[in-house]
């Protein structure tokens, strides 16, 4: 992607009619496909690997190990 998107350019871009796409992302290959896929805005977190891939029933139960 060649532009920066912040908070303040998508309200921008909206304002002016303008939409934007987001995803939720939780490793290095989701945020690939997404910026391949012109994603404007991913949102990261190692909750959601914690809880849906890793099958852990607490985020403090994910070690660094685990996460890389």
């Known amino acids: 992607m ?3 998107v912040t908070v ?3 309200a ?3 304002a002016d009619g303008g939409r934007s ?3 939720g992302g ?3 290959q989701v945020a690939v496909i997404a910026d391949r896929a012109g994603v404007e805005i991913v949102a ?3 909750s959601v690997t914690a809880f849906n891939l890793g099958g852990q029933s607490s985020p403090r139960e ?3 190990e685990e996460m890389s």
Do not use: L, Q, R
């Open 2 to 4: 060649s532009e920066k």
């Open 8 to 10: 303040e350019s998508a």
């Open 12 to 14: 921008a871009d909206e």
């Open 21 to 23: 796409s987001g995803v």
């Open 26 to 28: 939780w490793d290095y």
């Open 44 to 46: 990261g977190g190692d």
């Open 62 to 64: 994910f070690t660094m």
